[in-house]
């Protein structure tokens, strides 16, 4: 079976933008770029820095602009565009930019803190002006407060998207988690209804096979006998189903939706019942014996129940695959055990028996582990076959 898990449960998160949102980043990139191109355009004008002669000014300032449009895509570029641009013409508007898309880019490492070390050395030094010690020192604190405003808010900017990212990834695993636990539950409950049903049906109808197998050879007087055992049975049968069939018609809120009205459920089966459903069995024409204390011991609740299902199931074994044949049930209490013994010997096997699905033998190991118990199983040495179950039966073992 393919157990389902939260490892990769959805692709790796590719920054997806919806249309609207992408058109928006498009406006604001254009306006940025205006804005910051303008300012470049008023401090080549202003300003007495730059390597390039002051005609040179306004075009290096156009193509600065320019260049910023693609500042998301390329943020390490860009900012050395606009670094350029200072240097050849003195317009220091778009670094601030390029420092912000830096620090909103890569966050708190080592791109963003070489680039704004690298940008703010070359911003201190006045080019083409005359280079004074007391000028390079001051205009280096300048710079440092100036590109500090864009640098704090980029790596402020970059570390929400990095919390949002983090919460969100947080709630689709607890999501997926939450899924996985409800389909684990469906999948239990799935079983279990399963188990319930194998142990109702199969049960019921090996009895009821038998019976008929019992008519067709009966002498007089036992038809009728016969007959009136199997409508028994087979009402036993339809009531049980219908009792569960009214759990799963159940609404959340606990009222049943069948529309016959509130479904009687009698209570679960436990070591108790195991004599009546002996009983049952005798009546049904198969010929089983049990020994078991007068006091049956205190067990624990699924004790009880996984007993009388390793009984029932056993003794659903026997009519299917050794009609006719002696069967023993023996319970004992030995020190903190319980043991459950069933034998049968050599019989027939029925038509049922080729139609076997396998699924009682699992499922009654499954309820004995459940239970805390061990289940052994297979054919005697003289032929038959056995079924033994050992629980540890003190109330809360």
């Not at 009698?266 to 004599?275: K, V």
């Not at 028996?353 to 289940?375: H, Q, T």
Request: proline share 6%; net charge positive; glycine share 10%.
């Amino acid at each position: 079976m393919r157990v389902a898990t939260c490892e990769n449960a959805a692709p790796t998160r590719v920054a997806r933008v919806s249309g609207t949102r992408r058109v928006g980043r498009v406006i604001l990139d254009v306006l940025l770029a205006v804005i910051f191109g303008v300012t470049a355009l008023d401090e080549v004008h202003t300003s007495s820095m730059g390597l390039l002669p002051g005609a040179a000014g306004p075009p290096v300032a156009i193509t600065v602009a320019v260049v910023l449009l693609v500042r998301r895509v390329r943020p390490l570029a860009v900012l050395a565009v606009a670094v350029l641009g200072f240097v050849l013409v003195g317009a220091a508007g778009p670094v601030v930019l390029g420092i912000f898309t830096v620090a909103d880019r890569y966050g708190n490492r080592r791109p963003t803190w070489l680039s704004v070390a690298g940008s703010l050395l070359i911003l201190a030094v006045p080019w083409g002006a005359s280079t004074y010690p007391a000028l390079f020192f001051g205009r280096t604190a300048i710079m440092a407060v100036v590109l500090s405003v864009p640098l704090l808010l980029g790596l402020w900017t970059s570390q929400r998207r990095e919390t949002v990212a983090a919460l969100r990834d947080r709630a689709e695993q607890a999501e997926c988690e939450r899924d996985l636990r409800a389909a684990a539950a469906v999948e239990a409950e799935r079983l279990r209804i399963a188990g319930e049903l194998h142990d109702i049906v199969a049960h019921r109808i090996s009895q009821i096979t038998v019976l008929a197998g019992a008519l067709e050879v009966s002498a007089d007087g036992k038809p009728a006998e016969i007959a009136a055992t199997i409508r028994t049975t087979g009402s036993r049968a339809l009531t049980e189903m219908r009792e569960l069939l009214g759990i799963l018609r159940t609404s959340e809120a606990g009222a049943p939706r069948d529309d016959t009205g509130p479904v009687p459920l009698r209570p679960a089966p436990d070591l108790s019942a195991i004599a009546e459903l002996v009983e049952v069995a005798v009546a049904a024409g198969q010929q089983v014996e049990l020994t078991a204390p007068a006091v049956l011991p205190p067990v624990a609740g699924p004790v009880g129940r996984a007993a009388y299902r390793v009984v029932q199931e056993a003794l659903t074994n026997a009519a299917k695959h050794a009609a006719g044949a002696e069967v023993r049930v023996d319970i004992a209490a030995l020190g903190d055990r319980l043991d459950v013994d069933v034998r049968n010997g050599r019989g027939d096997p029925t038509a049922l028996a080729a139609a076997g699905s396998g699924f009682g033998l699992v499922g009654m190991r499954k309820r004995v582990e459940l239970a805390g118990g061990a289940l052994h199983s297979g054919p005697l040495p003289g032929g038959g076959y056995r079924v033994h179950a050992s629980f540890p039966w003190q109330e809360g073992s």
